[in-house]
């Protein structure tokens, strides 16, 4: 690291300010005004991954933002270059996924111009970033990638972007390091307060049914899961989750219920239906996980624990919200707990969990196994034993997300890596790179479609060139299975473009991208092609499951329905 | 239901594109907006009149609070506080009429800040039901153009708008 004081250019001064955060790689895709920068990196030893598309590169800083925990860095060139971050940089927002977005941008006097590979990525962006800089003096780049870094992960964390102008990365300026990140408006409040903190436990002193209901924003929340288990374990109370609540209360623990929503689990959406008292943590109440509003926890009184005060009462009315991050909020409750004096096991409260844990066994997560053909659910199935339930998990969108969901049981936090809420195609095969870079310990398995993986294709290139050794599972039933689906079960089967009979064989394909290609055509073959997979680790590999066609994922609960209306098979 | 909101911004780069951007991505609604420096030079005041009801206000002051260079939000609706507009409005007048149109200028307090032989700017200022009242009155006599500020609105008493609940002084930032 270089001292305070040296003089130092633009672009040295972005990669000093890159290694003050702890951020010691970045996905990068050069181009014309980032030139100089480039020239830069050459003398530098911050680690670079050159993705084969920006939008990769983007898709990859969140997989590692999401796998690690750590801010994401991504960059690209102005003009095209930025703006195939966006889909990237929507998906983080959508998220709150922890990214630094840095974007080249054309000179400082030719901007407003309509200059060469020009656009105003602020602008562009500007709906989907928690904050974005334009930086147009080199004085301020080391202040403003402090306060990048600061805003991208404290608080609700989310995406922020810095455009830099090419003279910008080439003039030089005293390095000041910086300095104390000192913002007015910006002092998210993550404490919790008492008082609300007794007022949640007085509720649930008097409940007879009560739920716990968690979403990402717990998964976000480092350290959280611990806390969460000693409370919901010595209170006594059932736990469900949403999609992106996956792995923030370990699956294989007595109080877990599965996560409910539009494909989630029947003793899910039923105990929250059923719960005369909820206690919500890091979740945004969004139309997948509630079904129609007015039938959602219509029974219950409703406690929310978010360190977004604007997600309180949003969707949902609130009776007591409780402002803070996830974990600081759990461990008051802790410490509170015992000043409550509740029977935890009374007959009410007995019955309750018996109950709940009753509709879990009689319907639980299921589908009708074949020996001719290979059924995807049994697909992630395999997956999950081969793995040890230990893998991290990154999907795609669609049909294969909602398989990968219900059948592998997530055990940790932050094992799961999807794109939630952008529901962003493509996202998978990048994310589980980027997941991969971050955790070189686990296994990483990217479960995807034949429609999605096509969508970026080309970062099969960058694991090879970097030795990411990410296994691809495609679900390929050569449609686009959860269009499809809708078709079928709302367009009485008009399958209008959603039959991808044109595809590449994607175990050639593999090949001359330098993975290992495999294929499985029947269940029986599904479990040698895992092993086989597994024995691989310097090499990403690719398997392609021709699987049923026509399967669809249920429960659904059908779109405008209350979520005690699924439809089970 | 109309609601003004007080908004203390920093003045940086973007701040107005990121407010009037969060009303428009959202689908609130602005029916006015003004913007100008404060006693401080480094500090703004965005005042907003909006609409909706009280779900949709406490979501518009939540979601204005998280943008990182708003420092402070105040729903000035429900506390006492003054609000003014200014008009600047061209109308035809003759030798004829022009007696009349000074009249009523003089009743309304507003000035006549340019005339020719065949027009009249008059400069008005006041609450937005005294500028209707005023347009109406001289709507016969022909407007050639009209143009008007936004609202613009402060807290009475000694306290800073967007302390309206804190101890008196300016705002605490």
New interface residues.
């Given amino acids: 690291m270089k001292a305070s004081g040296e003089m130092l250019s633009g672009g040295e001064i972005l990669i000093e300010c890159m290694k003050k955060a702890g951020a010691d790689l970045m996905f990068s895709y050069p181009g014309g005004s980032l030139t100089g920068f480039y020239d830069t990196l050459f003398d530098s030893d911050l680690r670079h991954i050159l993705p084969r598309h920006e939008q990769g590169g983007a898709h990859a800083a969140d997989g590692y933002a999401r796998a690690t925990g750590k801010v994401g860095v991504c960059m690209a060139t102005s003009g095209p270059g930025a703006t195939n971050l966006v889909t990237g940089i929507g998906t983080a927002y959508m998220d709150s996924v922890p990214m630094v977005i840095v974007t080249g941008q054309v000179v400082t006097n030719l901007i407003g111009g309509d200059a060469f590979q020009e656009a105003d990525i602020?602008?562009i962006t500007?709906?989907i970033v928690?904050?974005?800089?334009?930086v147009t003096d080199v004085k301020d780049l080391a202040r403003t990638m402090t306060e990048a870094f600061h805003?991208a992960k404290t608080g609700r964390p989310g995406p922020v972007l810095v455009d830099i102008p090419k003279d910008v990365f080439a003039a030089r300026t005293k390095y000041d390091g910086g300095g104390e990140v000192s913002?007015?408006?910006?002092q998210p409040n993550v404490e919790g307060h008492p008082m609300q903190v007794k007022k949640l436990l007085k509720a649930l002193e008097g409940a007879k049914r009560p739920v716990i209901y968690i979403g990402g924003g717990l998964v976000a929340s480092d350290g959280a899961t611990e806390e969460l288990i000693k409370f919901a374990e010595s209170a006594n109370v059932p736990v469900v989750s949403s999609f992106m609540g996956q792995g923030g209360y370990p699956a294989d623990r007595p109080n877990w219920v599965g996560w409910l929503g539009m494909h989630g689990n029947y003793a899910s959406n039923m105990a929250v239906m059923e719960a005369d008292f909820i206690v919500a943590i890091g979740t945004r109440f969004t139309d997948r996980s509630t079904g129609r509003l007015d039938r959602f926890a219509a029974k219950a009184k409703l406690a929310h624990i978010d360190i977004?005060?604007?997600s309180i009462?949003?969707n949902v009315r609130i009776d007591i919200p409780v402002v803070g991050d996830a974990k600081n909020v759990l461990a008051m409750i802790n410490k509170y707990m015992p000043d409550f004096k509740w029977d935890k096991n009374s007959a009410d409260r007995e019955g309750w969990f018996k109950q709940v844990m009753a509709w879990n066994k009689d319907k639980p997560f299921s589908y009708v196994y074949s020996d001719k053909v290979i059924k995807p659910q049994y697909v992630v199935e395999s997956i999950y034993d081969v793995t040890g339930g230990e893998a991290v998990i990154a999907t795609d969108v669609g049909q294969n997300q909602m398989w990968a969901a219900q059948f592998y049981k997530y055990k940790y936090p932050r094992q799961l890596i999807s794109s939630g809420g952008m529901g962003t195609m493509g996202y998978g095969l990048p994310a589980a790179m980027g997941a991969k870079i971050g955790r070189p310990d686990k296994e990483v398995f990217c479960i995807t479609g034949d429609g999605g993986v096509l969508m970026n294709i080309q970062e099969l290139c960058t694991c090879v060139q970097y030795r990411v050794g990410v296994k691809v599972a495609i679900l390929n039933n050569r449609f686009l299975g959860m269009v499809r689906q809708w078709q079928q079960l709302m367009f009485n089967k008009r399958y209008t473009d959603t039959c991808l009979e044109c595809q590449p064989d994607f175990v050639k394909l593999a090949e001359s991208f330098g993975c290992v290609g495999l294929r499985a055509s029947k269940p029986s073959e599904v479990k040698d092609v895992l092993t086989e997979s597994m024995k691989i680790t310097d090499r990403p590999v690719v398997m392609d499951f021709v699987c049923a066609r026509e399967e669809n994922v249920y429960p659904m609960v059908p779109p405008g329905a209350g979520n005690d209306e699924m439809i089970i098979r | 239901m109309r609601h003004i909101i007080s908004i203390l911004v920093e003045d940086k780069f973007g701040v107005l594109a990121r407010v009037a951007g969060l009303f428009s991505g959202r689908g609130y609604n602005i029916e006015s907006l003004t913007v100008n420096v404060t006693e401080r030079p480094e500090v703004s005041m965005m005042t907003i009149v909006t609409r909706g009801d009280e779900h949709v206000i406490e979501q518009i002051i939540k979601q204005l609070r998280k943008l990182v260079n708003v420092l402070k939000v105040r729903d000035l609706t429900s506390f006492n506080h003054i609000e003014r507009e200014l008009v600047l409005i061209k109308v035809f007048v003759s030798q004829k009429n022009r007696g009349d149109l000074y009249n009523i200028v003089g009743t309304f307090r507003a000035k006549v800040v340019d005339l020719t032989p065949e027009s009249m700017v008059i400069e008005i200022t006041g609450s937005q039901d005294k500028l209707e009242a005023f347009v109406e009155l001289v709507r016969p006599y022909g407007i050639i153009e009209l143009v008007r500020t936004g609202r613009l609105a402060i807290g009475r008493g000694a306290r800073a708008t967007s302390d309206m609940d804190k101890p008196k002084g300016p705002a605490n930032l």
Avoid: E, N, Q, T
């Avoid at chain 1, 928690?130 to 334009?134: E, F, M, N, R």
């Fill in positions: 602020v602008g500007r709906p928690k904050h974005s800089y334009l805003i913002l007015l408006g910006y977004d005060p604007a009462s949003k």
